[in-house]
């Protein structure tokens, strides 16, 4: 069974940093595309980043035009874990953020974790 185990998440500054790490349980890590969406109290998940593997040992990032910039995606394979690297916090970045992920043939993400909490004070 696929499990995914976010951290990092909690209370910053306007201006600060966090970064937030996603342990994922699941055999050719290297190949899934993995991504952070973010969603807050009755509104829609919004996608915040991917990380995708495109042939050898070369990946894509993709951000949505609200973090460009400012945060970050990346992977250790060696650790089956994806980081969100988050800097420039800003109050409208508070949001539960989750980690997802899909095999490569697949169209949508069918693994996800179960969030974590990140509030940015003004």
């Known amino acids: 069974q696929v499990q995914l185990v976010e951290s990092g998440g909690g209370l910053v500054q306007a201006g600060g940093s966090l970064r937030l790490s996603c342990a994922i349980s699941v055999r050719a890590f290297s190949f899934y595309t993995t991504a952070w969406f973010r969603q807050a109290p009755g509104k829609e998940r919004e996608f915040v980043a991917a990380?995708?593997?495109?042939?050898?040992?070369?990946?894509?990032?993709d951000y949505a035009d609200s973090v460009k910039g400012r945060f970050t995606i990346s992977r250790d394979n060696g650790k089956n874990t994806v980081y969100l690297q988050m800097n420039s916090l800003q109050p409208e970045d508070t949001d539960i953020y989750y980690c997802a992920a899909r095999a490569r043939e697949s169209r949508q993400y069918e693994f996800w974790g179960q969030g974590t909490q990140v509030t940015v004070s003004s």
């Open positions: 990380h995708s593997w495109t042939g050898g040992v070369t990946y894509l990032a």
